[in-house]
């Protein structure tokens, strides 16, 4: 088996086939875990189970994509295929496809969260990770009462969910500034730190006698009747199977399959900083701000953001400076004394909110696991088990029809 991809969800695909008996090869263009998987906030999400694709979601986007420091910023350029992108989405954008992408969101997302408490255990992943709930956190009444009402729906998902008043709030946690209007606690929610959970992935496969290749670059591939010879920087390899697993990149590889996968970069921000003396006790959403705060023994990392720009490498101070602002507006102590590092990453976004997981059409050969948008770090672990059982023969955990790549043919 070769894996294109040593992000989170690459790994996670070529650990459980490892431990399913198959020997696997990782071929990744720079350092495992360094790109998409390494600066996000390393949330750990069933309440993340509602699509970004939401009702009443165009009208907001189009309120925000025009302003530069906005949650979603869309920058004035032609690009035919981000339109037809968009349109695609905002056609979800309603109850019925709202509800069929939050069930099989949630899915994945459940699974992901108890098998990622088994992973740890078995192998030994060292990466800060607790279950101690993730907190929605509002200083707009308005805004409050409306996420009280979609607790409902997440409710009926079994996902569980508390209120609490925003002065009680401010009592319990010192971190936050007055004025909370209230939050809303996901108690099944965890977190963990990104680039050592997929540093411990490595190591895992690794121990089991998977092979990983840094700093080579998938140029092509072509599938034949004995498997697939695949083309890199380092020379030729020969796999019987292949996964496509290279995040907001597939779409290249995808297409050498036949499949146009119609994933769109959607550039994330994120700032690290040493631990302050007063932080919160555990991750939180600053919601009217759509901006997360996640804190390690190690650190305090503030991130979140969406913009459509392509695969624009610039670090948007316009974008940083909002995640700043958010954090001061909340917070008693938004920053540590130093600031570790400043990042952008890419997140793979389909207009469905789903990913693809399964086999790539028309090919025997070739398999697809892409398309996680904002949770690749949340559904790896279930993303990874659900490719291992279809390429291996084994009945599935769960239903993997909502995520066949051939949806998109």
Known sequence: MLVIGGGAIGLACALALADAGRGVRVVEAERVGAATSHGNCGTITPSHAPPLAA???????????????????????????????????????????????????????????????SWIDRYDLACEYRQDGLDYVFRDERNFRYYLRECEALEALGVRTEAIDGAAYVADDPSFRDGLAGAIRFPGDGHLRPDSYTAGLAAALRARGGVIEEQTCVEGFEEDGQGV?????????????????????????????????????????SITYSRPTLAPRRPVVLKDRWVFVTPWDSGLRVGSTMEFSGYDTRLNATRLAALERAAAEYLREPAGSQVQERWYGWRPMTWDDLPALGRAPRRNHVWIAAGHGMLGISMSSASGQLMADLMTGRDPAIDPHPYRPERFA
């Open 55 to 117: 009702p009443g979601m165009p009208w907001q986007a189009l309120r925000w994509m025009f302003t530069p420091d906005a949650p979603l910023y869309v920058p004035p350029r032609l690009d035919p295929a981000l339109w037809r992108w968009f349109l695609r989405f905002a056609g979800r954008c309603n109850p019925r496809d709202w509800l069929h992408s939050t069930q099989a969101r949630a899915a994945l997302l459940n699974d992901s969260s108890q098998r990622l408490r």
């Open 229 to 269: 010879r695949v083309t890199t920087s380092a020379g030729a390899r020969r796999a019987r199977e292949v996964i496509v697993a290279t995040g907001p990149w597939s779409p290249r590889l995808a297409a050498a399959a036949g499949l146009r996968l119609p994933v769109q970069p959607g550039k994330g921000y």
